[in-house]
């Protein structure tokens, strides 16, 4: 009789489980389909950087023998073929100079979709070459759920300058059929917050803009910019070069292997037929402004007398270098065949010229700073051969630090009276740092500025008023606001003196020396109206101590930019009294890799989050540290 009242019990609470679990499921279930009807699914557009496509052979070449590439084959980049067959590998990347056509005999184009950006070439180590756009693709795909109709990506040969890119591959064409096909109203919980998210890096911005301008010189600029408030909701501009990088110019002149293990001159050989990277040539309109004069020193000696003839040139005199160069070296003057007949010819390319603030509802800027930077060269001539080929020597480099101007040879040449920032290794600072003159819509924009440390941190207690949340209006214009020079010297904005609010949670983090992000934020309702169409937000964000190649896939700048993209995609509108950027009160790890061992206390870091929790297998106390609960985290 117990036996049976015993089973009758359990089977009563059997059932009471099981009817619960199913009904709170079916909630859970309905609550994420209601959730889900919040949630703007917008798609992502991934434009990459110079040398970051997969280039593949679409001409069968025999090299050796039947050795070679056969249909299909990559051919940028096999490490193993570059080697194995350098001489052909060569000549099929070259590019005729004045036509810009493959060499007789190739026939290479970009490789399709994603795959064709994540890594260049799968299963082998080639450094920070190979894999790129894998990790911000993999934490899109598990952050927002985004599949193949919903995450777009826009490979292109970047051996072509843009004129050729459009006229031999279609590509701007396709760029806005690929942004019109990824729009989808349904997708949407307000007219105001539909379109499609582009992110780029390096030279991917440059094209970017080239594709904003073909737009309106295809539409008209009144047209134009209803397209763009349709289909485009925001732009991130990761590592752009806005006034060009100067390691482009040494390519030119010296040549870059970038990371394959091949000669400079041949690359230089190799890649001053390319050109595409004539788009990123480097130029200031505003030498004053530049960490020093005479960014390129030539030094050529007499053979008879000896005498030195020393040539001078500012980076507002970039053209008249390269035409000066090449008189002396065929080489070079390939260059000049392509600016010549690609981009003086070209009516939409704005060479030479620094860009306005694209004509969109949101854009963000964001790229590494505090790098040891290139900023000057010191040259002469080695080697002149009887057809007019130069081989040309660095004699002495300067550079741009946090602490000042350096030279490879003199040591440090100059410290800053006040406080200095430098670029991301490849790009000066004042190149990656001029949208920094998009942040103020009219006379009177406030710019929120604000630090935070970039580890993990929890500033929910802080009585400091968050000021993302500030709006036009009844606004207390002396609570949290400095205008203080010295207190804005501390965030290095000498030369962008701003009317602003300043919140630093950099110092909560227990290490003072911590690395940091810094966030300039701006919006404005032009003409006083609420609608969409005026509405225009602009972001700088500035992440210490990281790399112009590394930025893209930089945990930090990632995390970030899921932060941002996850206040984006749950917005309701354009609401005046609501916030337009994403809080900075709190970053907490998302990821068991996150969670690390506290050696000092014997503990996993950040008890709120993480847990000592070992599995088989593990080989260290931070990989015992994982997240406590993953279901609330998310």
């Known amino acids: 009789m117990h036996s049976l009242n015993s089973k009758i019990i359990i089977f009563i609470f059997l059932n009471f489980f099981i009817i619960n679990y199913y009904c709170n499921d079916n909630n859970n ?11 703007n699914k917008l ?3 991934l434009i990459p950087g110079f040398a970051s496509s997969q280039l593949t052979a679409w001409k069968v070449k ?77 934490d899109l795909i598990k952050a927002f759920e985004l599949d193949t109709n919903s995450l777009f990506a826009a490979p292109y040969d970047f051996r072509l300058p843009p004129l050729q890119l459009d006229l031999r591959d279609n590509y701007f064409s396709k760029m806005m059929s690929t942004i019109e096909n990824s729009y989808r109203s349904e997708n949407c919980i ?41 289909y485009i909701y925001g732009y991130f501009a990761v590592g752009a070069p806005f006034l060009g990088g100067l390691t482009t110019l040494k390519s030119m002149i010296i040549g870059d292997p970038f990371g394959i293990p091949i000669k400079e001159s041949l690359m230089r050989e190799m890649t001053s037929t390319f050109g595409g990277l004539a788009y990123m040539f480097p130029f200031d309109n505003d030498v004053k402004s530049y960490p020093i004069e005479n960014a390129i020193r030539i030094i050529e000696k007499n053979k008879e007398t000896g005498e030195q003839n020393i040539k001078l040139f500012n980076l507002n005199e970039i053209e008249d270098l390269i035409r000066y160069i090449a008189k002396k070296d065929n080489i070079s003057a390939n260059v000049v065949k392509t600016i010549d007949n690609f981009y003086k010819k070209d009516a939409i390319v704005k060479l030479f010229e620094a860009p306005k603030r694209p004509p969109l509802k949101r854009v963000y800027c964001i790229y590494g700073i505090n790098v040891k930077t290139e900023i000057g060269y010191v040259i002469e001539p080695t080697t002149v051969t009887n057809d007019n080929l130069v081989a040309w020597k660095i004699l002495e480099t300067f550079y741009e630090d946090p602490n000042g101007i350096l030279s490879d040879k003199q040591g440090r040449l100059k410290k800053p009276k006040h406080f200095i920032k430098s670029g991301d290794g490849t790009v000066v600072y004042k190149s990656l740092s001029w949208c920094h003159n998009w942040l103020k819509f009219q006379p009177n924009t406030k710019v929120t500025i604000t630090k935070i440390p970039q580890n993990f941190y929890d500033a929910t207690n802080e009585n400091e008023n968050d000021n993302n949340n500030h709006s036009n209006e009844n606004e207390n214009e002396n609570e949290n606001e400095n205008e203080n020079n010295d207190n804005q010297m501390n965030f290095g904005i000498a030369n962008n003196t701003y009317s602003t609010k300043i919140i630093d949670y950099s110092k909560l983090y227990s290490n003072s020396n911590s690395e940091t992000i810094t966030f300039y934020e701006s919006f404005e309702y032009l003409n006083s109206s609420s609608s969409s169409n005026q509405l225009k937000t602009t972001s700088v964000w500035e992440l210490d101590m990281t790399d112009h190649r590394d930025v893209i896939k930089s945990e930090m700048f990632i995390r970030e930019l899921i932060e941002e993209l996850n206040y984006l995609f749950k ?38 989050y993480c847990s000592y929790q070992y599995r088989f297998g593990d080989i260290s106390l931070d990989q015992s540290c ?9």
Not at 29 to 39: A, F, L, M, T
């Open 190 to 230: 307000h007219k105001d917050d539909c379109g499609i998210i582009v992110i780029a890096h390096s030279l991917g911005n440059n094209l970017f803009q080239y594709f904003l301008n073909w737009v309106i010189a295809k539409k008209g600029a009144d047209e134009a910019q209803i397209w763009f408030d349709k």
């Open 43 to 45: 798609g992502v557009l």
């Open 62 to 138: 025999n090299c050796l023998g039947s050795i070679g590439y056969n249909i299909g084959d990559l051919v940028w980049v096999d490490v193993a073929k570059v080697i194995g067959l350098q001489s052909c590998w060569l000549s099929c990347m070259k590019l005729d100079p004045a036509t810009q056509k493959d060499i007789e005999g190739c026939k290479i184009r970009p490789k399709e979709g994603l795959e064709s950006i994540q890594e260049l070439e799968p299963g082998i180590f080639t450094g920070t070459l190979s894999s790129i756009w894998h990790n911000i693709a993999t």
């Open 571 to 608: 917005k309701k509108g354009n609401n005046k009294n609501k916030q337009q950027f994403c809080s900075k009160k709190l970053r907490m790890p998302t990821k068991d890799e996150h969670c690390e061992w506290d050696y000092l206390r014997a503990r996993c870091k950040w008890l709120d």
């Open 29 to 39: 279930n309905e609550n994420n389909k209601n959730n889900d009807k919040n949630i």
């Open 626 to 634: 994982r997240l406590k609960n993953k279901a609330i985290i998310n």
